[in-house]
């Protein structure tokens, strides 16, 4: 095909299997292909999506620039499928530092925005309601929840960087909040905050005096 081979010899050896690895790390979203300058054509591809072929015309344009800027993009194309793809292409020197290639990276994106417009539809759920208030007139953990949070929120703490004193301290707060009046709560509580049932009621148990 009007190849020449000392240019393909040095892509292929030198760097074909870094756009397998790049193709395998991203699999099954990024295509890697590279292309001979000199003879203007396809002459390794990994993880295929864009349904070309060794051989193919490489059809780049821009050659002069690219080789000036070595990496090209990120930019944005379309697949044959219609799917939006995100590209990055990188100039292949050889040993004396002239452009011999081009490896082009071509990202999958249309997919996550899939994923997201699905996660958006299950997230804003089907008709959600509001709570129905009969059904849901004494829920104490919600109630707990809510206070518990707030009070992290505050005090600019999360639940896990709580020290053994602010345990205490929320305890004594959801005390005051009426917490403890809800059946098992005491329970829920040493749950939730990593505590012994023993420790909770010990707490209480000092605030009754």
């Not at 081979?5 to 790390?25: F, Q, S």
């Not at 349904?51 to 993009?73: F, N």
Request: charged share 25%; hydrophobic share 45%.
């Amino acid at each position: 095909m009007g190849r020449t081979p000392a240019t393909n010899t040095v892509l292929l050896d030198r760097y074909a299997h870094i756009a397998d690895g790049i193709a395998k790390l991203w699999y099954p979203y990024v295509e890697v292909v590279i292309h001979d300058l000199s003879t203007q054509k396809v002459v390794h591809l990994a993880n295929t999506l864009s349904k070309r072929e060794l051989g193919d015309e490489s059809a780049l344009d821009e050659i002069d620039q690219a080789t000036q800027q070595k990496v090209l993009g990120p930019y944005e194309k379309v697949n044959w499928d219609g799917r939006k793809i995100r590209s990055v292409s990188s100039v292949l020197f050889d040993d004396a530092g002239v452009a011999i290639g081009m490896m082009c990276i071509n990202f999958n994106v249309a997919v996550f925005g899939e994923m997201r417009a699905a996660l958006d539809l299950l997230i804003q759920g089907a008709g959600t309601i509001e709570q129905p208030e009969e059904l849901f007139r004494d829920d104490w953990q919600e109630r707990i929840n809510t206070f518990m949070h707030a009070w992290l929120q505050e005090r600019r703490i999360t639940l896990n960087a709580m020290t053994r004193d602010h345990r205490r301290q929320l305890v004594e707060a959801l005390h005051a909040e009426g917490a403890f009046k809800g059946r098992s709560a005491a329970n829920y509580v040493a749950n939730v905050l990593g505590l012994g049932r023993a420790t909770v009621y010990k707490y209480l148990k000092h605030i009754a005096g």
